[in-house]
């Protein structure tokens, strides 16, 4: 039962411009979303969050946007650099304390 | 300042035998989880160690198990080893079980033959 879903194994874009991940969730008591980042051979990296009681979080070129009703979230990048090229996952909790659970991850390349 | 770290960096081991992984949290983290990602799907979280006690788990058979030492250094243990078992293994590290912003190290890469 997979109650995070990315449904795009890979996007890949221009440098410069947007770069859209999606994220569908299933459990609706979840309450609070993130975003990770993982490079080769390293850890994924905590990149944002948002909790249930916004609809947008920004900061600098990284937003992440959630529709409830539609139990989806979505992180733009603008501008995307070449940089960017990771896996990208979403991630759930029912809270601060509660367990992360991961989607399968978005593979972004960003090409000059 | 150090960040999470993990050894060994990788692991072969054979059908059947017992593992032991280990994790320090970064500086001032009290708090460590384990997770299982196996290739091409996310991070599945195994458990969650807390002032030296197992405070959450997924779903996980017993034989995997851990412990959290006074300094807040993690095991994780896996008896029995099955082929399913080869996978990425990462530990976290957080500060009062808060679920983001966790810190993740590097990983353990388990390969069982």
């Known amino acids: 039962d997979q109650q995070v879903k990315q449904n795009s194994p890979s996007l890949s874009v221009q440098e410069g411009r947007i770069s859209i991940l999606n994220c569908d969730y299933t459990?609706?008591?979840?309450?609070?979303f993130l975003w990770y980042k993982k490079y080769p051979a390293e850890g994924p990296t905590f990149l944002i969050s948002i909790s249930s009681i916004k609809d947008k979080n920004e900061d600098g070129r990284f937003t992440v946007f959630l529709n409830k009703s539609a139990k989806h979230l979505s992180l733009h990048i603008v501008p995307s650099q070449p940089g960017d090229s990771a896996v990208y996952f979403c991630?759930?909790?029912?809270?601060?304390?509660?367990?992360?659970?991961f989607g399968t991850g978005t593979r972004l390349q960003v090409f000059p | 300042d150090a960040g999470v770290t993990q050894s060994p960096t990788h692991l072969i081991k054979t059908r059947g035998q017992q593992v032991t992984l280990r994790c320090s949290p970064k500086s001032g983290h009290d708090t460590v989880s384990w997770y299982q990602q196996a290739l091409g799907q996310g991070p599945q979280f195994i458990f969650q160690?807390?002032?030296?006690?197992?405070?959450q788990r997924g779903n996980f058979p017993d034989r995997f198990s851990g412990h959290q030492f006074p300094n807040y250094s993690s095991e994780l243990n896996v008896n029995a080893l099955l082929l399913g078992d080869s996978a990425l293994y990462l530990c976290?590290?957080?500060?009062?079980?808060?679920?983001?912003?966790?810190?993740f190290g590097p990983g353990t890469r388990l390969t069982v033959t």
């Open positions: 991630a759930a909790s029912g809270g601060l304390a509660d367990k992360l659970i």
């Open positions: 459990n609706s008591m979840f309450d609070y």
């Open positions: 976290a590290s957080s500060l009062g079980q808060t679920a983001h912003e966790q810190y």
């Open positions: 160690y807390y002032e030296e006690e197992e405070r």
